[in-house]
């Protein structure tokens, strides 16, 4: 059973699936191109020991081959994309199972608060491409807010830009659930809690990127996914429910009236988006408290032009819901 993102690494090791490298490689621009010329030769995935100037390592190619997908979800390595997609129906239509609430877990290992938080001197934040606008924390990561009405929680990916030591932006389109959230916020006239997560278990990843319906956690999907409960801890300082084996976790609170410039980044269709000729100002949160693990391991994705880990979740989620509407 995999509960974290070091469980999904080792298993990948074990599988003959996960390439170390050692050498010195650069955040900017280098990992990520690396990274995307052994996504094309659908190569293992690849954990960046070395970054220059920081202590934690890069994982990337983490999903983007079918293999790793399977080993993900728990189900057969053999197994194609739309068999995966059935057996994931089928898990899910037996009823889904809410996450476990611990007082304690790796998480809480570290804490940093206040004047100590600088996002980009801590963490090897990769640049991806030459025209984005900056470093972007969050390509594998999901940003957790709650309902303020009836409590769901969501879990939800969005491209996530590192705007200063203590802000990041947050892309969140027109009709995503995280911007529905925030809509109520907006009508209370208060700033929303988030909590923005980078490096766990890969299915919390995969569920956060793929179409959940309004009001069903993601949380809770994982559960029926797994056959047991996902462990998560009530922050105090937010209240929200994060996964107790995260790597790393931002924490802070969104002013729905505030906007900042953001972009542009080179996203999954293999095009620029928000670029510099628009004035494109997204929504951020600032940041209050970093939570990560002893030795954090940071998560990214390459994106850009298929194949990559967002494409493969893609052809996965649109493939469950046409078994599940037949």
């Given at each position: 059973?995999?509960?974290?993102?070091r469980?999904?690494?080792?298993?990948?090791?074990?599988?003959?699936?996960?390439?170390e490298?050692?050498?010195?490689?650069?955040?900017?621009?280098?990992?990520?191109?690396?990274?995307?010329?052994?996504?094309?030769?659908?190569?293992?995935?690849?954990l960046?020991?070395n970054?220059?100037?920081?202590?934690?390592?890069?994982?990337?190619?983490?999903?983007?081959?079918s293999?790793?997908?399977?080993?993900?979800?728990?189900?057969?390595?053999?197994?194609?994309?739309?068999?995966?997609?059935?057996?994931?129906?089928?898990?899910?239509?037996?009823?889904?199972i809410?996450?476990?609430?611990?007082?304690?877990?790796?998480?809480?290992?570290?804490?940093?608060?206040?004047?100590?938080?600088?996002?980009?001197?801590?963490?090897?934040?990769?640049?991806?491409?030459?025209?984005?606008?900056?470093?972007?924390?969050?390509?594998?990561?999901?940003?957790?807010?709650?309902?303020?009405?009836?409590?769901?929680?969501?879990?939800?990916?969005?491209?996530?830009?590192?705007?200063?030591?203590n802000?990041?932006?947050?892309?969140?389109?027109?009709?995503?659930?995280?911007?529905?959230?925030?809509?109520?916020?907006?009508?209370?006239?208060?700033?929303?809690?988030?909590?923005?997560?980078?490096?766990?278990?890969?299915?919390?990843?995969?569920?956060?990127?793929?179409?959940?319906?309004a009001g069903?956690?993601?949380?809770?999907?994982?559960?029926?996914?797994?056959?047991?409960?996902?462990?998560?801890?009530?922050?105090?300082l937010?209240?929200?429910?994060?996964?107790?084996?995260?790597?790393?976790?931002?924490?802070?609170?969104?002013?729905?009236?505030?906007?900042?410039?953001?972009?542009?980044?080179?996203?999954?269709?293999?095009?620029?988006s928000?670029?510099?000729?628009?004035?494109?100002k997204?929504?951020?949160?600032?940041?209050?408290?970093i939570?990560?693990?002893?030795?954090?391991?940071f998560?990214?994705?390459?994106?850009?032009?298929?194949?990559?880990?967002?494409?493969?979740?893609?052809?996965?989620?649109?493939?469950?819901?046409?078994?599940?509407?037949?």
């Amino acid at each position: 059973m995999i509960n974290d993102l070091r469980d999904f690494i080792n298993e990948c090791k074990k599988r003959d699936n996960l390439k170390e490298i050692n050498v010195a490689v650069n955040w900017d621009l280098e990992a990520s191109h690396i990274a995307k010329l052994n996504e094309e030769k659908k190569g293992p995935a690849l954990l960046f020991n070395n970054i220059a100037g920081y202590e934690t390592p890069i994982f990337m190619s983490a999903l983007s081959t079918s293999q790793r997908l399977a080993i993900a979800l728990g189900m057969k390595e053999e197994n194609s994309i739309c068999e995966m997609a059935k057996e994931w129906v089928a898990l899910t239509k037996k009823g889904l199972i809410p996450p476990k609430m611990v007082a304690t877990g790796p998480v809480l290992e570290n804490s940093v608060e206040n004047e100590k938080i600088d996002i980009l001197a801590k963490f090897p934040i990769p640049r991806f491409y030459p025209l984005d606008g900056g470093r972007y924390f969050g390509t594998t990561g999901f940003l957790i807010t709650q309902d303020p009405e009836t409590g769901w929680t969501n879990l939800g990916t969005y491209r996530m830009q590192v705007l200063d030591k203590n802000h990041v932006g947050a892309q969140i389109l027109k009709g995503k659930h995280a911007g529905l959230v925030l809509d109520k916020y907006r009508k209370m006239k208060k700033k929303m809690p988030v909590a923005a997560v980078v490096g766990c278990n890969p299915l919390l990843f995969l569920l956060s990127s793929t179409t959940v319906g309004a009001g069903v956690s993601e949380y809770d999907v994982a559960g029926a996914l797994r056959g047991e409960p996902v462990e998560v801890i009530k922050s105090d300082l937010t209240g929200l429910y994060i996964p107790a084996t995260a790597e790393i976790v931002l924490e802070g609170e969104m002013d729905p009236f505030e906007l900042r410039e953001e972009g542009p980044f080179g996203e999954y269709t293999g095009y620029y988006s928000g670029t510099a000729q628009q004035e494109f100002k997204k929504e951020f949160f600032e940041v209050k408290r970093i939570l990560h693990r002893n030795n954090p391991i940071f998560w990214a994705t390459s994106v850009g032009k298929p194949v990559t880990d967002t494409h493969m979740l893609g052809a996965l989620q649109v493939s469950a819901t046409l078994w599940s509407d037949l």
